[in-house]
């Protein structure tokens, strides 16, 4: 089985670029998709051991985490070696799951897979781009979102160049979503005979 890592910066197309991978019968596994869970259920506790007052109601509340970390910058590292190993744990049950059914591909889709320092645990690394003021015009339409509030977000990632460079594929969302996916469906067209080693080398 060959994992694809999905990545790239805040507003630039993961969504549309996953949706395409499963419209191709391949299963994602959505890293962001599984915090918001963690934030509901098994994460809690410890989150609000280490930011007293930021849950309501047995759940995290983001706005009040969010302003916590803005507050103290270094609670990112806390935060992070709450949530990270039990993020693992999700994607590892997924990749299995996917592995035991004999599926060629599975994807995770990990926003911050380069700034985690983990694009070894996946076979391919893709990633999807587009002109910087495409990517804050995307952004800047999201509820709650501003100019400052983008910056700050951007300077704690990787710089879009830089992702560029390390990945094996890169695909332009900046164009039509069918151009998009059709980018996406070359990929997997060329990837399709490459044997994986990432399952069984960091995840069986």
Request: proline content about 4%; glycine content about 8%; cysteine-free.
């Amino acid at each position: 089985m060959l994992i694809i890592g999905l990545t790239g910066s805040i507003g630039m197309g993961k969504s549309t670029a996953a949706a395409r991978f499963k419209a191709n019968g391949i299963a994602v596994s959505d890293a962001d998709k599984i915090v918001h869970d963690l934030y509901r259920g098994a994460a809690v506790d410890a989150i609000e051991a280490a930011f007293p007052a930021v849950t309501n109601n047995g759940e995290v509340d983001r706005q009040k985490l969010s302003a916590a970390l803005i507050a103290e910058p270094a609670g990112f590292k806390r935060l992070e070696a709450i949530v990270h190993p039990l993020v693992r744990m999700v994607q590892k049950t997924f990749l299995r799951a996917e592995f035991e059914r004999g599926a060629a591909f599975a994807v995770l889709e990990i926003p911050l897979l380069f700034e985690t320092g983990i694009s070894h645990l996946v076979d391919v690394v893709v990633t999807v781009s587009a002109p910087q003021e495409i990517q804050r015009q995307r952004v800047l339409l999201r509820p709650g979102m501003s100019a400052a509030k983008l910056d700050n977000l951007l300077a704690r990632q990787t710089p879009d160049g830089e992702k560029r460079a390390a990945s094996h594929f890169v695909v332009d969302t900046g164009g039509s979503i069918e151009q998009s996916g059709l980018q996406v469906d070359r990929i997997i067209a060329t990837v399709s005979d490459r044997p994986g080693q990432a399952y069984e080398s960091y995840w069986s």
